[in-house]
DNA sequence: AAATTCATTGAACGTTCGTTGAATATTAGC
DNA sequence: GCTAATATTCAACGAACGTTCAATGAATTT
């Protein structure tokens, strides 16, 4: 009994706590159960006994934090309300979306950190995004149904492009792997909230209203003659 | 002899193609070398005589196509010129980053495939995106200073971070994980590369031309004076 | 054709892997 | 305070792990 810690708290939670943080530095198959158990101060059996296997964990850690994502995230959408011309705000709308991760990104959110880096392999993993689509898509789709209101005219299949391209930088900017640190010479810090929060909304919001205006170019009853292909960029 | 399939290429391609396959389906730890040298048709000492080790051989698998790509990459950033107002178009500058992975990501390109999804995990990977820095940001470097002397005025920061939600949105695009094909109800397809080619400058170029007027809002002189918080969205 | 280098094979190394079952400790219900 | 359910420990299983080494085959050089 040398490396054993048994704190106040149950094994099952403290286990939870070290394979979100291990997960989230190494990788689902980059961590092995003992690594967990060890760290949790438990012992080998107990991943098991309370998950199942090693990837019943996973999916106990990875709905553990987007039950209450989902939650929030819905209660800032509904809350989001027309401006004095009867539109809805594009920033405010991409916004009650990524607020409730800066808010638990901070200081005290050591947890919450872990579970956004864990978030951005899972996103980009072929064979794990499907916790992606189980966990997060219900609140996706009513993220979806909001920016669709807040782009009146819009094909929706720019809507779905546009969230592709955000969720994509969301979720790498959240997992702070340091690269933009290294890349700008410390210039920029992942860690930052503040600067993501002042960018991340107006950018993708006039990416948005880009797709949107690129689609039907003047008015929004001219979405029947947009089906032709679209003129791209250059070269 | 009965799982041994021998072509007429040499082992050491044999095993960075199986690698490459592998490595972008299940991640790095996800695959044993003995997954690699079965499906490679070669023995299992093949790796660590070739390669030195695992981890070797991941390297050499990353480094194989990034000097393709960084290549023309660079022929690209080179020949995009100024328009008749004397500015560089912000979609041709984005398009020159993307489109060489537009041109391989089609039917012949297997193998590219694989790499984009490769990519797409360790760009995420805390362990991993090291290989990001090493084997890409040079040239990086140069597509921040073509975006940057297309966006004249703008805070050098909101390049940087401009670049990382672009960098974000397109090695997820890429990764064809199928994640937006289900959120869509198959609307969208991952795999449709004209879907990607029309929409991704558009909105990229939007997304910077919004930071570079938020942090300049008027005349590109008032450089000095734009030191002060931003207003930021909603709440 | 002999010598030398390079590529491949087969077998084995010690270690770690996820998982299991029986035994023990702890907690909760009555 | 006894009982029953839950939680944790301990030891072990077979399989798979990355790596190594001596032996063999193939290709190149002299």
Redesign the pocket.
Known sequence: ?AT?K?TGR???ERLLDAAERLFAQRGY?G?????I?EAA??????????F?????LLTRVFERRAEILNRERLERLAAVRPGPDGRLDLEAVVNAFMEPLILRSGRGGRGWKSYFALIAQVNNSPELSVLMTRHFDPVVHKFIDVLTAALPGADLRDVYWGYHFLTGALTLTFAETGRLDKLSGRLCRSSDLDSVHTRFAPFMAAGFAALAARGAPVAPLAKARARRKAPAGAN
């Open positions: 009994m054993k048994k149950p094994a099952k198959h961590v092995s159960i003992r690594d158990t101060g438990a012992d080998v059996a107990l991943v098991n006994y309370h199942g296997n090693k990837r019943g």
